[in-house]
């Protein structure tokens, strides 16, 4: 007969040690569990790991004896045996920002359907934690790492070469990726944004935009293609930059700076819908109507951008695909499979709705 009391080492409110320090105290063990649930340690390491492995009596024992301990498995030492940590690391530069919420989710979704779970990292727009971030992700060496953008610091890239994790690089593109790329051109968003307020006859276009550095190439891009066109003022495309993550505030203030510059601009591109929101309600608490008076682009079209009055034009990116590619890419590198085409261009689309 076996005792189901338990043992010294496992209290029986099954709450253990926690009035005591755990470095201390120590944490319920496999070995608590498998004595409490009357079998050998290896029995019950089989139960939680290769269920099918063990009679459907003795996983009923082993899930019971987990249940009243609280016991959770320790994946790192199962990874540690298996070389598979199960994890992959994502590293946005802001949690908070919108724009980046479908590929978090699409990653998320994607990688929890072949058994991988999702480590989230903020890097910062700065890049200022970055290196330090890195380091730390590779200690831990998940199966693999999906950056926001592409690296640029050397020390980073470096290390996360001589790693050998998978590390797919997204919401950019670059001749030289460290691994697998699944991105667009900022450069050429730019440039067809001003090709399409040309299309529209619009003579005097502004910018206000983040001052990290896509948000910039994109702004720069879009100023000297406006040039080109013959859209600039007498000293160029007005700018006005702004600290990212951006704010509706920050709209609001930059259409009035830019107005004290330049009173005749007829066209403004934001470096995303937030700020786009914030010109749109500085122009019209002025009585300037949108699109007659000024037109208004933004990016990322975000949820509220087609609910707006006038809706908003705006840039898409599928996040959903990038998502999902990067996933596949993970995941198929996980298991052997060769990557026929690891650099991807997904593209972008010019949304038309009325503020252009």
């Not at 100023?223 to 006005?240: F, T």
């Not at 005749?264 to 300037?288: K, N, T, Y």
């Amino acid at each position: 007969m076996v005792d189901t009391a338990f043992p010294p080492s496992v209290p029986a409110d099954a709450e253990p040690r926690r009035r005591g320090s755990r470095k201390s105290a120590g944490g319920i063990t496999l070995r608590d569990v498998a004595q409490l649930a009357g079998v050998a340690p290896i029995t019950a390491s089989r139960a939680l790991n290769t269920p099918q492995a063990v009679s459907p009596r003795v996983l009923q024992k082993v899930r019971e004896a987990v249940e009243r301990t609280g016991y959770v498995p320790n994946l790192l030492a199962g990874g540690l045996a298996s070389s598979k940590s199960r994890l992959v690391a994502v590293v946005v530069p802001t949690v908070i920002g919108p724009v980046f919420q479908g590929i978090v989710h699409t990653l998320t979704e994607t990688l929890a359907a072949a058994g991988y779970q999702v480590m989230l990292g903020q890097s910062g727009y700065e890049n200022s934690r970055e290196d330090a971030l890195l380091e730390a992700i590779i200690g831990r060496r998940p199966d693999g790492v999906v950056l926001t953008g592409i690296m640029r610091s050397p020390e980073a890239r470096k290390r996360l070469l001589a790693s050998g994790i998978p590390v797919v690089e997204t919401w950019d593109l670059t001749p030289n990726p460290i691994d697998m790329l699944v991105g667009f051109s900022h450069e050429e968003i730019g440039r067809e944004v001003a090709r399409y307020l040309h299309r529209l006859g619009r003579k005097r276009v502004a910018v206000v935009g983040g001052r990290d550095e896509r948000s910039q190439r994109r702004m720069n891009a879009f100023a000297e293609q406006a040039v080109a066109l013959g859209m600039g003022a007498g000293d160029g495309v007005p700018m006005h930059g702004v600290v990212a993550p951006t704010t509706l505030g920050q709209g609001r203030a930059g259409l009035v700076e830019l107005l004290q510059r330049q009173p005749a601009i007829d066209a403004v591109f934001c470096s995303s819908d937030l700020l786009a929101l914030g010109v749109m309600i500085e122009a019209q608490a002025r009585g300037m109507a949108i699109p007659r008076q000024l037109a208004l682009v933004g990016f990322g079209d975000l949820d509220f951008a087609r609910d707006l009055q006038p809706q908003l034009t705006t840039v898409r990116i599928d996040g959903t695909a990038i998502g999902q590619r990067a996933a596949r890419f993970i995941i198929d590198r996980a298991n052997g499979v060769e990557i026929a085409q690891p650099v991807l261009d997904v593209g972008f689309s010019i949304i038309s709705r009325h503020s252009a």
